[in-house]
């Protein structure tokens, strides 16, 4: 048995950007940024951000495209993907995104 699965709360990036698969579906990307603070060795407080791409599909997309704005405070649930491509330079790409499958705004 495997489990991937992640949960996210967080703050958007960026607007959401939405458009439209060669079959008609609908796809929306966003960044979203969780905030980890800790303490150093000297015991200053410290504040480390991740930032996040996030992808929803389909009916999840269309509903959550007009309500996310830059700055929106998210929950998130979805799973951990991997794509792999050579960009025009030859570099070999291996970008992590997460696929939305549940999205809550915490207004």
């Not at 950007?17 to 000297?42: H, I, L, P």
């Not at 070999?92 to 207004?107: C, E, H, T, W, Y």
Request: hydrophobic content about 30%; proline content about 3%.
């Amino acid at each position: 048995m495997s489990v991937n699965k992640v949960i996210l709360v967080g703050r958007l990036g960026k607007d959401p950007e939405t458009r439209y698969t060669g079959s008609g579906q609908q796809v929306c990307n966003f960044s979203m940024a969780t905030d980890e603070t800790y303490k150093d060795r000297s015991g200053e407080r410290q504040k480390r951000t991740e930032w996040h791409k996030i992808v929803m599909w389909g009916r999840l997309a269309e509903i959550a495209q007009p309500y996310l704005k830059r700055g929106s405070l998210v929950y998130g649930e979805g799973r951990l993907q991997t794509r792999q491509w050579d960009d025009q330079a030859g570099n070999k790409r291996i970008p992590n995104r997460i696929s939305a499958d549940a999205l809550k705004s915490l207004v």
